[in-house]
């Protein structure tokens, strides 16, 4: 039986979390002489030397419209690694408490569970990059809190199986979080509108990818309001920034262009699978529900030497489990897919010739 008193570390339950001086009224005012900001202002940004809204309220109000949810159900990070980190910081003990990934999988699980000096457990994804759900299940015990899983994934691209996932949500009493940074691009539909039937259910996205907004680093949090609320008494006062907020609350009202944009990607990103199936020694294109397609390529790395002497740079996954001689190549713009189609047609000419 899931219950998130029992999860959530006893001195997180007992903290009191930093009271900013905006936490301490409410309504409207016009003279803030609370926060001891610098009331002159910067000489060339006057207008950001007050202290950013630490709820980001406006935001969450927007995202409530677009994801159908109640701002309630939603934590702002600097970065989705931000929500990955308190995470790890609410709900597990270091040096005893333990978590599941499902490699390959994006690294940032790995690397925040050892800087909490949490154990990571590994229930590696079967040959076609699906849950291996009996050794998953077989590595969970009492002091199990957080299975990490990615759909869709990176660096494979493809989205986990959903009624896999679902088979995990309702097998597990800790807290599984379902990164869907890629989202966007997939056919799978979000989980975010499963919160009410799974009270164990975090879901992670960002502005990164299909918004195009990397620069910002605004990530998302989604799950019931019981644990939003332990995210937030464990969050820095202001972790998104006046800039970041203003930004991003322009770029929300873009919807319709975001749609169009993700459309025009995926598009190219068939476009450019269907190229690289056909060059020479090409071994696989692994299906995608991503901005990225995982190519499996004889001397990938020699490949990935090549294009960097042409001012390309992909991502060598070579030395990932399951990925060996694999190349992750994000969907470009028009030019840059053919500039980096053109440097393959050159690296196969000068092999070809001997």
């Not at 809204?53 to 159908?68: A, R, V, W």
């Not at 995990?168 to 009493?173: D, K, P, S």
């Amino acid at each position: 039986m899931f219950n998130l008193d029992q999860l959530t570390r006893e001195n997180i339950k007992k903290l009191t979390p930093y009271s900013s001086a905006r936490d301490e009224f409410s309504g409207e005012a016009k003279v803030f002489l609370d926060a001891n900001e610098n009331s002159l202002g910067s000489p060339l940004l006057k207008w950001y030397n007050r202290y950013p809204d630490p709820h980001q309220q406006l935001i969450k109000q927007k995202l409530s419209t677009i994801k159908g949810i109640l701002p309630e159900h939603i934590f702002l990070g600097n970065g989705s690694d931000e929500c990955i980190d308190i995470l790890f910081r609410c709900f597990c003990e270091p040096g005893k408490d333990n978590v599941i990934i499902c490699p390959p999988t994006y690294g940032m699980y790995e690397v925040s569970a050892h800087i909490n000096d949490v154990e990571i457990r590994k229930a590696p994804l079967l040959p076609d990059f699906q849950l291996d759900l009996v050794h998953l299940e077989n590595l969970m015990d009492a002091n199990t809190k957080l299975i990490w899983l990615c759909s869709p994934n990176n660096p494979t691209g493809n989205s986990l199986n959903r009624v896999d996932i679902e088979m995990v949500l309702n097998n597990f009493n800790g807290i599984v979080v379902i990164d869907e940074a890629y989202i966007n691009f997939a056919r799978q539909k979000s989980f975010v509108q499963e919160l009410k039937e799974y009270p164990n259910l975090v879901v992670l996205q960002t502005l990164s990818k299909a918004w195009g907004l990397a620069g910002l680093r605004l990530g998302m949090a989604f799950a019931s309001q019981s644990i939003i609320e332990v995210m937030n008494k464990v969050k820095p006062p202001y972790n998104i920034n006046q800039a970041t907020q203003e930004l991003v609350l322009k770029a929300l009202e873009e919807v319709g262009q975001v749609n169009d944009m993700i459309k025009l990607l995926v598009d190219m990103r068939e476009a450019l699978a269907e190229v690289f199936a056909s060059m020479p020694t090409v071994e696989t294109v692994y299906p995608s529900d991503a901005n990225f397609i995982l190519v499996k390529i004889a001397d990938a790395r020699k490949v990935y030497e090549f294009l960097l002497t042409k001012g390309i740079v992909l991502r060598d996954r070579s030395n990932v489990q399951l990925c060996e001689n694999c190349l992750r190549i994000t969907v470009g713009t028009e030019q840059e897919n053919t500039q980096l189609v053109d440097a393959m047609q050159e690296w196969y000419n000068s092999h070809a010739n001997g």
